[in-house]
């Protein structure tokens, strides 16, 4: 992304992003701006980044929607109906909805000011994404209107595009995964496969992984235990159980326990959501044997679908997801749950 520069001066703030228009970047009061123009025309760009900075100027660091946020929040913890990760990601697309609409107050929300924010984000971000965003100032404009905060919901009118779903339901079958572990040439990702499609971690669980979870002599291979700790905890904020199979124990036998990480223990946590990012490894894997589609995810949703078609009980696959019994009956009870081990999946 290079700064824009024309009849020999820069433009401070000011990005060509070529063929995605022009994005800006600036700093008032600690805080960042930063964005899609929505535009490839340069002399447009340039006024509506004067038009952001002006906004960004008149802005206070508490706006009473800043405030209502928080007071939605509490309210949601007070009742556990809100995870400690989803309470960072609703301020977040709050202020990042204050930053773009330049409002202060929850009165002067719009369907008008929700759409433009909407189109906005699908110029930059993807429509799963931009969706996530807009729901979570949704939430908080219907708790407004429920608590009498506003007269009215001016989101409950705003239209949004049909998500395609369907590659949630995927999984990998047999093979796939196979060829997935085959392409694995890295140690480390050899780790995160296993921590996956074994024992059906969430990518955020598997940075977390420390050395004191792995007990090598309980169970049959072992078992794993995820602990919550003073500085961490998991979606579901409990303790949790997963035993080992046979490949990921043969595995750990080499690849020991590391200290104080078990997954690339000298990076430390820095400001980023998890400690250590292992997307782009994990991506050039699977798109190196054409399979592009699976995610992290996808992973722990082959883990749960295989296990529950192999006849393990629903009851004993929510144990170790760590998720309630009626979810995962929900997503997977069709599939006939019986008994089992933690082996007929793998």
């Known amino acids: 992304m290079a700064k824009v520069s024309t009849r020999g001066f820069k ?9 995605r228009g022009y994005w800006y970047k600036f700093k008032r ?18 006024e509506r980044l004067e038009h952001r900075k002006s906004i960004a100027g008149r802005m206070s660091d508490r706006t009473e929607i800043h405030l209502a946020m928080e007071d939605y929040i ?34 002067e929300i719009s369907l008008g000011e929700l759409e433009r924010f909407y189109r906005h984000l699908q110029s930059c971000v993807s429509e799963h994404t931009a969706q996530k965003y807009i729901n979570s100032v949704k939430g908080l404009l219907r708790w407004s209107t429920e608590q009498r905060r506003i007269p009215f919901n001016p989101s409950s009118e ?6 395609r779903t369907s590659y949630k339901s995927r999984y990998c079958t047999r093979s796939q995964q196979a060829k997935i572990f085959e392409a694995c040439r890295r140690e480390d990702l050899m780790f995160v496969l296993l921590c996956g499609f074994h024992c059906g971690l969430r990518v ?10 792995f007990d090598l002599n309980g169970g ?13 905890v998991p979606k579901d904020r409990e303790q949790r159980s997963i035993p080992l199979s046979k490949e990921f124990r043969s595995f750990l036998d080499n690849y020991g326990l590391r200290e104080p990480y078990m997954l690339k223990p000298k990076v430390k946590p820095g400001k980023w959501r998890y400690r250590y990012d292992p997307r782009s490894p994990f991506k050039n894997c699977v798109k190196s044997v054409d399979l592009g589609w699976v995610g992290f995810h996808t992973m722990r949703h082959t883990f749960a ?33 019986d008994a089992g081990d933690i082996e007929k999946g793998l």
């Open 74 to 107: 509490k309210w949601r913890r007070e009742r556990d109906t809100m995870a400690e990760r989803t309470e960072e990601s609703v301020r977040y697309h709050t202020a990042r909805f204050i930053r773009y609409s330049g409002l202060n107050c929850l009165t």
């Open 11 to 19: 433009v401070p703030g000011l990005w060509d992003r070529g063929s």
């Open 158 to 163: 705003l239209q949004m595009a049909r998500l």
């Open 220 to 232: 049959t291979n072992g078992v794993l235990t995820m602990v919550p700790s003073e500085t961490w």
């Open 305 to 337: 679908s295989r296990l529950v078609s192999a006849n393990v009980s629903v009851y004993k696959v929510a144990t170790w997801l760590g998720d309630d019994v009626r979810v995962v009956q929900r997503h997977y009870g069709h599939l006939q749950p």
């Open 204 to 213: 955020g669980e598997i940075v977390e992984c420390r050395p004191e979870w």
């Open 29 to 46: 009061n600690s805080e960042v701006f930063q964005g899609s123009l929505e535009t490839k025309d340069l002399q447009t760009a340039i």
